[in-house]
């Protein structure tokens, strides 16, 4: 018998495991106890909770290679000190936390690929908000990076669809000193995420928020450039053949739609990361999924742009960039 094809397959059964772990001393703010070493009782006594627990699941944070212990100290591997227990914006502890808000919706996966449709969900602006709280910290790399390859391209007025917390924007306006950003979420959506990134980068006097629906808003015109930043795999292909209609209603004659997303090989059987999230996008949507280049383009046709370009981002974990224009 195989014993490496063994150990993979019995790996499977556990493999939810770890995450649910992270998530968990995310969720319970371990890890901002854990910036200095300290024993079990120093920890208990910190954190009022109880030393079995506590124990089991630091000993696991260990093994996991995010604690380290040394003489019964337990502390934050130094390694991570950039990513965990900072307490501000830019610490992971909301991202990581947020697998307890999928972990649902994948209970329910037998059902969906059965044919029962989960229950239909529609946009949670609450799942939103903690949402992309979380993906300003770990995206906010790859969004800095995407504003240093399109900054020489002098973008005057940005439209940012579904902005979350506006981090695509942001970077680009700071690369852009005399450009202007536009806005469009849910309102408990800039309140509860973008706020905060605008004013802490300071750029309060160059944004305007457009609080609402964005198939239900006018979205204005004349943009040089329209984000959709992790937006079109939550719609359908007709959906998306819809918004990229009102995105180029809303650009100027030279505009370019940039669009941020997991886009699977041609084949669909690489990354792995882009058709997991295909099953997730039907856990929780109605009609969401992950798409090729190939049907990007063919989607993009049909609302008269085209692709005009594709960028990687080297520090991202799979995201890629479509650029269209109007044909
Ligand atoms: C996956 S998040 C992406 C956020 C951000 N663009 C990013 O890349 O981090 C999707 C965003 O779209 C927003 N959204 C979803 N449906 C929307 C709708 N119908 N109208 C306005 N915003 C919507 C959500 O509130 C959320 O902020």
Redesign the pocket.
Known sequence: MNQEKRRWLKGFVFGFAPGLVVATAAKLDLFSHLKGPRNLEEIVKETGLSARPLRMILDALCALGLLKKERSFYFLSPDLDEFLGRGDIFSYEAYLSHGFNLVKGWLRLPEAISGGHPEPQG?D?EF?TH??RG?LAV?WPEATELAGQLKSRGYQRLLDV????C??SAALLKELPSARAWA???PQ?LDGSAQEIVRHLHLEDRFVFLPG???KISWGEGYDLIIL???CH?LGPEENVTLFKKARQSLARDGELVI?EFIPDEGRCSPLFPLIFALNMLLHTDSGDTYTASEYQDFLARAGLKISERLYLDQGHGSQVIVARPE
């Open positions: 946009p602006p939103f949402l992309t993906l995206n579904g902005a979350g917390s981090l695509w469009i979420d849910f959506v629906n964005y198939w930043g992790h937006i939550s941020i």
